[in-house]
């Protein structure tokens, strides 16, 4: 019996290799010289039918734990609509290739085309790329990007209030790109202009990477920063939390030049760690030195509108070491799943789901503060829906007894403060579970 | 599809008041955003129903061409059948909801489908370990040369700043190279498309960080010479990286570590047929050999000696290239795949790409130029028609193949031919399909010659005919702001 | 009185004393097809013979500039950011930049006109 994945008859088989002048299947290796042959077959279990499959598959998953999860740090548990994964799964959709055959790639080319047209309406940007893998590539990405854009600067400036992994991803790419990435200090949990003033004078700066909201949940008062930043030459990244621009300042208000981040707060799965979507968007005048792929609109033979790949020459597979990325893929299926998630909820519904998860934090963030063990750490500072808490206690000792508790309480800071994420999944009995167990326990 | 009634974008479908989803709400008190720190310009997001959005991106889908839809012969890109096991697998809610910083005495399971995964990889690769963080295959070439990058460095040699290349590599291997800070060279390849040897032993200096490679190369065709290319750069003191791309027809046959790579990347979205979803997510892992996992990237993967798994991170790593542990449901759909087949499927997989690839090579020389002609592997590549004088291009020929109901084949790659058509079928098509294919090309090669203009224009029964491409890249318009101004 | 030189890459140089532009030849706007875009340097720049300079774009293919000359870059030709296809429509007039020579023997190696057209005919003969 033949795999179940393979077509072949004995028959075909026979028949085809009698085309090809061959006795056996092997025989096509002839070339391949017998000491670099594998001695025997691969030290691998053998042949599973579905049902097996899916028993290893379950008794793995058995030995996962469900927590309700109040852990952030970039990563959102949110709702996604059953027809998100429902359209999704339409194989048209999933078992096609990237476009290159715009004839028969509308389906692909729209919905990017689509997903382009709503990150740039919530980063308040002109034009978007069709993705990038995540949120940390995107915004190393968009690092190189004012370094070629500014040519002859080599520094590029991160604050010390962006997320770890993102500056820690950055840091990997500046290393071996050869970048002179530069931290600027954090003043009171947010970026301080004053240090970020003095490094610019430098002017050797290309790009200035600032968050909103920053890894501490704090939404930062940009003020006065694009003015600095533009006067010194430099282009102003911002790195954002892309369901948060439904109710924060955009990018482009703030007078970004580039905006890049995660979008998987947009209801995507969380999937341990993925698969989620990098966006990259910017300002017109920046176009042909944004990575990754772009869809434009265009007109065929018979005069109706379609839709194809664009600047095409910027990219690997024909600029090769001039390109102005490596990247040759974008998140194809995350940037559908963007596109269906947000003509779901429309900007409204994106209020709402800010505003649930902005509401919850407050109320868990008093509740918690009222418990007299746990305080903000930095309580002049407004916030959305994720908030940093200083703690009496060792944080370890919480969030082990949390997860007795099948919760996730948060992302440990240091030993004395924890970073905590409500979202609109939790109800507010969970919230006051939490705070209960804060109340209750001495986590010693 | 009726293109008048549904051909438009969903902003086209927006009516003010509308909505496809109702949000939950634990009705908490209203808290206040400062108003400096507010949004000024309401987002212009489509305003659409449930059903509205359903019609919509279903009658999308319809325009589009997928390997469940036919045959997609796409050359160095392995479109192989996509099994729905897989899809199951990866969408377990008890691994869809893991939050990446959840604790990993909570995520044993999803710790086991990685080392489990790591494991299998190291083993097919002929590797000691295997990340699996890196997004995609260009992602894994950056990190593997990032791995190489600190070797080097570890013991104080910072002049190997180059990579040799051959010319007929994918491009992602110099971008990759130029974004991991390292300046690329180009080996030429001799006649029948391998690697020059001579030239490139003339090349190996103390300059050279890594060779990178193929085998099989683009053209299809295997390096027999690889043992004794990966010698003289050790020799030369640099290291060798093996793109994994054409890995498919090796499953069983011979395993990179065992022809003396050091470096390698896998395409889990071509070799373990994990869906391209129109373009990604993919996944890239990088392999090593002993003596290299301490610079592979934080955080990693370990057994325990209790038979626990553990996430951990190490100083000498070459830092981190990703916040997580990868694209997790495309490993779990990847680790479902190797389960399914087994050791004994997957080497009969890269026997029966090989079959499939040098049967339609041997059914359409006749009407084909063949400019290598040798046994090929999974792939192999034509040079345009025989008879040039109907004036037909490859271009022509890959946009007729759509009117036949296939998928182009890989056109003007490799760049070592002028009309390159790069055909790679995998295993899991049948010989009636391929018998289907024959038919289709040989019927374009007698329209080439009677009637040209039929294969000039095509295709013709699309849903869009040729694009414009040359306005689209003038005057680019890719929101629907834009060209909603753009109509004025 | 201007001359004209050509390079084996395609660009050509016009030299009017210390002061010439350059381009990409007829052969070289051909081979390419409808240009899209053009990568130019700034004013201030110094290009350095036998190095790129920029890059002429074209929708599926693009082509480095090689300096044929080094100088320094005195002015580019903005009209082309507005219309690069000037460049297929005459791209002897439609220059790229234009530079201030520093090394004006480096033209000494250059081909003159009869010359490089002979050098397109046996490269269009491979």
């Given at each position: 019996?033949?795999?179940?994945?393979?077509?072949?008859?004995?028959?075909?088989?026979?028949?085809?290799?009698?085309?090809?002048?061959?006795?056996?299947?092997?025989?096509?290796?002839?070339?391949?010289?017998?000491?670099?042959?594998?001695?025997?077959?691969?030290?691998?279990?053998?042949?599973?039918?579905?049902?097996?499959?899916?028993?290893?598959?379950?008794?793995?998953?058995?030995?996962?734990?469900?927590?309700?999860?109040?852990?952030?740090?970039?990563?959102?548990?949110?709702?996604?609509?059953?027809?998100?994964?429902?359209?999704?799964?339409?194989?048209?959709?999933?078992?096609?290739?990237?476009?290159?055959?715009?004839?028969?790639?509308?389906?692909?080319?729209?919905?990017?085309?689509?997903?382009?047209?709503?990150?740039?309406?919530?980063?308040?940007?002109?034009?978007?790329?069709?993705?990038?893998?995540?949120?940390?590539?995107?915004?190393?990405?968009?690092?190189?990007?004012?370094?070629?854009?500014?040519?002859?600067?080599?520094?590029?400036?991160?604050?010390?209030?962006?997320?770890?992994?993102?500056?820690?991803?950055?840091?990997?790419?500046?290393?071996?790109?050869?970048?002179?990435?530069?931290?600027?200090?954090?003043?009171?949990?947010?970026?301080?202009?004053?240090?970020?003033?003095?490094?610019?004078?430098?002017?050797?700066?290309?790009?200035?990477?600032?968050?909103?909201?920053?890894?501490?949940?704090?939404?930062?008062?940009?003020?006065?920063?694009?003015?600095?930043?533009?006067?010194?030459?430099?282009?102003?990244?911002?790195?954002?939390?892309?369901?948060?621009?439904?109710?924060?300042?955009?990018?482009?208000?703030?007078?970004?030049?580039?905006?890049?981040?995660?979008?998987?707060?947009?209801?995507?799965?969380?999937?341990?760690?993925?698969?989620?979507?990098?966006?990259?968007?910017?300002?017109?005048?920046?176009?042909?030195?944004?990575?990754?792929?772009?869809?434009?609109?265009?007109?065929?033979?018979?005069?109706?509108?379609?839709?194809?790949?664009?600047?095409?020459?910027?990219?690997?597979?024909?600029?090769?070491?001039?390109?102005?990325?490596?990247?040759?893929?974008?998140?194809?299926?995350?940037?559908?799943?963007?596109?269906?998630?947000?003509?779901?909820?429309?900007?409204?519904?994106?209020?709402?789901?800010?505003?649930?998860?902005?509401?919850?934090?407050?109320?868990?963030?008093?509740?918690?503060?009222?418990?007299?063990?746990?305080?903000?750490?930095?309580?002049?500072?407004?916030?959305?829906?994720?908030?940093?808490?200083?703690?009496?206690?060792?944080?370890?000792?919480?969030?082990?007894?949390?997860?007795?508790?099948?919760?996730?309480?948060?992302?440990?800071?240091?030993?004395?403060?924890?970073?905590?994420?409500?979202?609109?999944?939790?109800?507010?009995?969970?919230?006051?579970?939490?705070?209960?167990?804060?109340?209750?326990?001495?986590?010693? | 599809?009726?293109?008048?009634?549904?051909?438009?974008?969903i902003f086209e479908l927006s009516r003010e008041g509308r909505s496809g989803a109702a949000i939950p709400d634990a009705g908490?008190?209203?808290?206040?955003?400062?108003?400096?720190?507010?949004?000024?310009?309401?987002?212009?997001?489509?305003?659409?129903?449930?059903?509205?959005?359903?019609?919509?991106?279903?009658?999308?889908?319809?325009?589009?061409?997928?390997?469940?839809?036919?045959?997609?012969?796409?050359?160095?890109?392995?479109?192989?059948?996509?099994?729905?096991?897989n899809e199951e697998m990866c969408s377990l809610p008890a691994m869809a909801s893991l939050h990446p910083h959840a604790p990993?005495?909570?995520?044993?399971?999803?710790?086991?489908?990685?080392?489990?995964?790591?494991?299998?990889?190291?083993?097919?690769?002929?590797?000691?370990?295997?990340?699996?963080?890196?997004?995609?295959?260009?992602?894994?070439?950056?990190?593997?040369?990032?791995?190489?990058?600190?070797?080097?460095?570890?013991?104080?040699?910072?002049?190997?700043?180059?990579?040799?290349?051959?010319?007929?590599?994918?491009?992602?291997?110099?971008?990759?190279?130029?974004?991991?800070?390292?300046?690329?060279?180009?080996?030429?390849?001799?006649?029948?498309?391998?690697?020059?040897?001579?030239?490139?032993?003339?090349?190996?200096?103390?300059?050279?960080?890594?060779?990178?490679?193929?085998?099989?190369?683009?053209?299809?065709?295997?390096?027999?010479?690889?043992?004794?290319?990966?010698?003289?750069?050790?020799?030369?003191?640099?290291?060798?990286?093996?793109?994994?791309?054409?890995l498919n027809p090796m499953l069983g046959i011979a395993r990179p570590g065992d022809m003396g790579f050091d470096v390698m990347?896998?395409?889990?979205?071509?070799?373990?047929?994990?869906?391209?979803?129109?373009?990604?997510?993919?996944?890239?892992?990088?392999?090593?050999?002993?003596?290299?996992?301490?610079?592979?990237?934080?955080?990693?993967?370990?057994?325990?000696?209790?038979?626990?798994?553990?996430?951990?991170?190490?100083?000498?790593?070459?830092?981190?290239?990703?916040?997580?542990?990868?694209?997790?449901?495309?490993?779990?759909?990847?680790?479902?795949?190797?389960?399914?087949?087994?050791?004994?499927?997957?080497?009969?997989?890269?026997?029966?790409?090989?079959?499939?690839?040098?049967?339609?090579?041997?059914?359409?020389?006749?009407?084909?130029?063949?400019?290598?002609?040798?046994?090929?592997?999974?792939?192999?590549?034509?040079?345009?028609?025989?008879?040039?004088?109907?004036?037909?291009?490859?271009?022509?020929?890959?946009?007729?193949?759509?009117?036949?109901?296939?998928?182009?084949?890989?056109?003007?790659?490799?760049?070592?031919?002028?009309?390159?058509?790069?055909?790679?079928?995998?295993?899991?098509?049948?010989?009636?399909?391929?018998?289907?294919?024959?038919?289709?090309?040989?019927?374009?090669?007698?329209?080439?010659?009677?009637?040209?203009?039929?294969?000039?224009?095509?295709?013709?029964?699309?849903?869009?005919?040729?694009?414009?491409?040359?306005?689209?890249?003038?005057?680019?318009?890719?929101?629907?702001?834009?060209?909603?101004?753009?109509?004025? | 009185?201007?001359?004209?030189?050509?390079?084996?890459?395609?660009?050509?140089?016009?030299?009017?004393?210390?002061?010439?532009?350059?381009?990409?030849?007829?052969?070289?706007?051909?081979?390419?097809?409808?240009?899209?875009?053009?990568?130019?340097?700034?004013?201030?720049?110094?290009?350095?013979?036998?190095?790129?300079?920029?890059?002429?774009?074209?929708?599926?293919?693009?082509?480095?500039?090689?300096?044929?000359?080094?100088?320094?870059?005195?002015?580019?030709?903005?009209?082309?950011?507005?219309?690069?296809?000037?460049?297929?429509?005459?791209?002897?007039?439609?220059?790229?930049?234009?530079?201030?020579?520093?090394?004006?023997?480096?033209?000494?190696?250059?081909?003159?006109?009869?010359?490089?057209?002979?050098?397109?005919?046996?490269?269009?003969?491979?």
């Open positions: 019996m033949n795999h179940r994945y393979f077509p072949h008859t004995p028959a075909d088989i026979a028949e085809m290799l009698e085309r090809c002048g061959a006795a056996t299947p092997g025989d096509l290796y002839a070339d391949v010289p017998e000491q670099l042959r594998l001695a025997g077959e691969y030290d691998l279990p053998t042949s599973m039918t579905e049902k097996e499959v899916r028993d290893y598959f379950n008794r793995l998953a058995s030995a996962n734990r469900q927590l309700t999860c109040f852990a952030g740090g970039g990563f959102y548990h949110r709702y996604t609509p059953a027809a998100v994964p429902a359209l999704m799964s339409r194989s048209e959709f999933l078992t096609s290739y990237t476009p290159y055959q715009p004839e028969i790639s509308q389906g692909t080319l729209q919905y990017i085309f689509e997903y382009q047209s709503m990150m740039a309406e919530l980063t308040g940007l002109d034009v978007s790329n069709a993705s990038m893998y995540d949120g940390t590539t995107a915004t190393a990405e968009a690092m190189m990007m004012a370094v070629a854009a500014t040519r002859k600067r080599n520094t590029v400036l991160i604050s010390g209030s962006v997320a770890p992994a993102v500056r820690n991803v950055a840091a990997t790419y500046a290393r071996y790109h050869g970048i002179d990435l530069q931290e600027i200090e954090s003043d009171n949990g947010v970026t301080s202009l004053d240090d970020l003033k003095q490094k610019l004078s430098s002017g050797k700066v290309a790009g200035v990477i600032l968050p909103q909201p920053n890894y501490f949940g704090i939404i930062e008062d940009l003020t006065g920063f694009a003015d600095a930043i533009h006067q010194a030459g430099a282009l102003m990244i911002m790195n954002c939390i892309a369901s948060d621009l439904a109710v924060l300042r955009s990018p482009g208000e703030w007078g970004a030049d580039i905006a890049a981040g995660d979008a998987q707060s947009l209801g995507m799965p969380l999937s341990y760690g993925g698969p989620y979507l990098g966006f990259l968007c910017c300002t017109k005048a920046l176009i042909r030195k944004m990575p990754g792929r772009i869809v434009g609109a265009t007109k065929d033979a018979g005069g109706n509108r379609t839709f194809v790949l664009t600047l095409q020459a910027r990219e690997q597979h024909i600029r090769r070491d001039k390109a102005t990325s490596n990247i040759c893929s974008n998140q194809g299926l995350m940037a559908l799943h963007t596109a269906i998630y947000l003509s779901l909820l429309g900007t409204e519904g994106l209020k709402e789901v800010c505003t649930a998860g902005a509401n919850g934090a407050h109320y868990l963030a008093d509740k918690l503060t009222r418990t007299g063990k746990m305080r903000l750490k930095y309580p002049d500072r407004p916030f959305l829906n994720e908030f940093a808490m200083s703690c009496d206690f060792d944080v370890d000792c919480m969030l082990k007894v949390c997860t007795a508790h099948d919760i996730l309480g948060g992302i440990k800071l240091d030993n004395h403060s924890i970073l905590i994420a409500v979202t609109e999944m939790q109800t507010i009995e969970e919230l006051d579970r939490l705070a209960e167990i804060v109340a209750t326990s001495n986590f010693a | 599809m009726n293109k008048e009634y549904y051909g438009k974008l908490c008190p209203d808290a206040q955003i400062p108003a400096a720190l507010a949004r000024v310009h309401t987002p212009e997001l489509p305003q659409a129903d449930e059903p509205t959005v359903v019609r919509h991106y279903t009658n999308m889908s319809a325009n589009n061409f997928g390997v469940d839809t036919g045959f997609y012969p796409l050359g160095s890109c392995t479109m192989k059948y996509n099994p729905k096991i990993a005495e909570t995520t044993q399971g999803a710790l086991e489908a990685y080392w489990t995964l790591q494991r299998a990889l190291s083993e097919i690769g002929g590797m000691a370990e295997f990340t699996l963080n890196p997004f995609s295959g260009a992602h894994g070439e950056l990190t593997g040369l990032m791995v190489i990058r600190a070797y080097h460095d570890s013991w104080g040699d910072h002049a190997r700043t180059k990579v040799i290349v051959p010319d007929s590599a994918h491009g992602t291997n110099p971008a990759s190279a130029a974004v991991a800070g390292l300046k690329v060279v180009e080996v030429k390849s001799l006649p029948d498309g391998t690697v020059d040897a001579d030239a490139l032993e003339a090349m190996l200096d103390d300059s050279v960080a890594a060779v990178m490679m193929t085998n099989p190369n683009t053209a299809g065709i295997f390096e027999s010479n690889v043992a004794r290319i990966t010698d003289m750069v050790h020799r030369a003191g640099a290291l060798m990286y093996y793109d994994g791309a054409n990347h896998i395409n889990l979205h071509k070799t373990f047929s994990t869906p391209h979803g129109g373009g990604g997510p993919g996944s890239g892992p990088v392999g090593v050999r002993d003596g290299l996992e301490k610079f592979l990237p934080n955080p990693r993967v370990v057994k325990n000696s209790d038979g626990t798994f553990g996430i951990t991170a190490s100083g000498e790593a070459l830092g981190s290239i990703s916040a997580t542990l990868g694209n997790f449901a495309v490993q779990l759909r990847a680790l479902s795949y190797i389960l399914s087949l087994g050791k004994e499927g997957l080497a009969e997989a890269g026997l029966l790409a090989t079959l499939n690839a040098n049967y339609i090579k041997e059914s359409l020389r006749d009407l084909y130029k063949l400019p290598i002609d040798r046994v090929c592997k999974h792939e192999f590549v034509f040079d345009g028609l025989a008879d040039k004088n109907s004036g037909v291009t490859t271009l022509d020929i890959a946009k007729r193949l759509l009117d036949y109901g296939f998928h182009a084949p890989t056109i003007y790659f490799p760049l070592l031919f002028h009309e390159s058509l790069m055909i790679e079928p995998t295993e899991t098509e049948s010989k009636e399909t391929l018998d289907c294919f024959i038919k289709a090309m040989r019927d374009i090669a007698r329209e080439a010659a009677e009637n040209p203009e039929v294969v000039k224009t095509a295709p013709h029964t699309t849903p869009v005919s040729r694009p414009d491409d040359t306005a689209a890249a003038l005057n680019p318009t890719v929101t629907w702001k834009e060209l909603k101004n753009s109509a004025g | 009185m201007s001359k004209t030189y050509f390079s084996k890459t395609h660009e050509y140089v016009t030299v009017d004393g210390d002061s010439a532009v350059i381009g990409i030849s007829d052969f070289a706007q051909k081979a390419l097809g409808n240009v899209v875009y053009v990568d130019m340097p700034e004013e201030g720049d110094e290009i350095t013979a036998g190095e790129d300079f920029g890059a002429v774009e074209s929708v599926k293919a693009a082509s480095d500039l090689i300096a044929p000359v080094s100088g320094e870059v005195v002015e580019t030709n903005e009209a082309l950011v507005d219309n690069p296809r000037l460049v297929n429509d005459d791209c002897m007039a439609n220059w790229i930049i234009k530079i201030t020579l520093s090394d004006p023997s480096e033209l000494d190696s250059l081909m003159d006109e009869d010359a490089y057209k002979a050098f397109c005919e046996s490269e269009a003969a491979h």
